[in-house]
């Protein structure tokens, strides 16, 4: 029988049993918690080995009423939009800025153009242009889903550069500059409808 959840509390040698139960149910969402301050590398390494959420001991309410958020959305649920804006990515006028998009998740700006699909000179130049607005919604919506899960922009950061299961092991940052900010953000879409990858 197959669990709904697996939750790991525990220092790094807990990572060996996310291993093994992601390679037994790997659409069972896997919860990771520690306790003392791991090594550095230990929340990469969880992401890495199929962990859906990785938080330290005291961000464990906030990030387990996240993940119960998530498991109980109903399928084709939507996402309200207020829940989906991110502020820090908005200038005065309202309009989304590539530059700020691309500060506040750790990329660079030729990443988010790779991922919006418009040349990095164009973008560099005219950062909040009409033709950048809609793939910089995508990545809005992306972002805030991931804050929304994960409850910290560290560990959100952490994620898009953690090899994954999901992306045959590669880290989600390649998804998106490889595939475009519109399917990473499907893919977390469906994950908030509880669809499998």
Known sequence: MVPDLVVALGPST???????MRAVAPHVPIFVAWVDHPEERFVSEAYAAGATSVVPAEHVDLAWKNLLQVLSE???AGTAVHDTLVRAFHDQSGRLDATRVARVMGLTLSQVAKAIGVTPSALSKRPTAGAAQA????LEFSWA????MLGEEELARAWLHAGHPDFSGKPPLDYLTEGGAKRLSDYLRAGLAGETA
């Open 74 to 76: 109903t399928k084709g």
């Open 135 to 138: 793939g910089l919604r995508e």
């Open 14 to 20: 807990v990572l060996v049993e996310v291993k093994l």
């Open 145 to 148: 889903t991931l804050l929304e």
